[in-house]
């Protein structure tokens, strides 16, 4: 299995609240990846890495920022909570450089915003 | 708009049933079609399809993509209880994104 960990694994926080999600991989790859996943939606992309302190934006990334200033560490930060934010994030990696699309998936953070 | 699109959105079966998930999609700069499989926790890789007509197989399992027809199944065959899962479909594009599916739902009982 790829090593990745998701920490913490569930948060309960109140709306108005900062949260910060860590992803942390033991594989060196190049390319990280920040998804939530919610009934009826899939899993969209909320921000993504490509190197340490290269990151942009995915599909839903409006209320969340990332940082990424190391290899091994992504960090998904929400400034202030809201409840439309109550989702699992998975963080996924991927070697890129010509690797067609194959991620590897942490085993989720559950966040719950009251 | 990039999209993926799953059906059925749910399945239920007998076990020694077979299978078909379907999957469309609608992505610019496609690279490959991707299978996962979420049993209760973090999604796991099944199958990545490039070429459309090869089938891709891996024990009762096999998958298909069809370019020209812009989709892709997924087949299981003699289907188990531990086939249950959520079945995710996923289009790779540019470089190195994915776009999923909302995924297919298969119950399978004894």
């Known amino acids: 299995d790829a090593g990745i960990t998701q920490s913490p694994r569930h948060k309960v926080t109140e709306t108005g609240t900062p949260v910060t999600l860590r992803c942390h991989q033991t594989?060196?790859?190049?390319?990280m990846y920040w998804y939530r996943q919610d009934p009826g939606h899939g899993l969209r992309l909320i921000h993504y890495?490509?190197?340490?302190?290269?990151?942009d934006k995915g599909e839903v990334s409006d209320g969340y920022s990332v940082s990424r200033s190391k290899t091994e560490d992504f960090l998904l930060t929400l400034e202030s909570a809201t409840s439309s934010q109550t989702s699992v994030y998975f963080c996924?990696?991927?070697?890129?450089?010509?690797?067609?699309?194959?991620?590897?998936f942490g085993e989720g953070s559950r966040l719950t915003v009251l | 708009e990039d999209k993926v699109v799953q059906s059925p959105l749910s399945l239920v079966v007998h076990e020694g049933d077979t299978v078909t998930l379907n999957c469309s999609y609608e992505?610019?700069?496609?690279?490959?079609l991707l299978w996962y499989k979420q049993e209760k926790k973090a999604p796991t890789f099944l199958f990545m399809l490039?070429?459309?007509?090869i089938e891709k197989k891996s024990g009762r399992l096999s998958s298909i993509l069809d370019k020209k027809e812009l989709s892709s199944i997924l087949n299981i065959t003699a289907t188990q209880t531990g086939d249950s899962a959520i079945y995710l479909c996923?289009?790779?594009?540019?470089?190195?994104?994915?776009?999923f599916g909302t995924g297919t739902r298969l119950q399978v009982f004894p």
């Open positions: 890495s490509y190197g340490v302190k290269d990151t």
């Open positions: 594989e060196n790859h190049r390319y």
């Open positions: 992505v610019t700069n496609f690279r490959s």
């Open positions: 996924a990696i991927s070697p890129g450089a010509g690797n067609t699309g194959e991620l590897f």
């Open positions: 490039t070429s459309s007509g």
């Open positions: 996923a289009a790779s594009y540019n470089t190195d994104k994915l776009i």
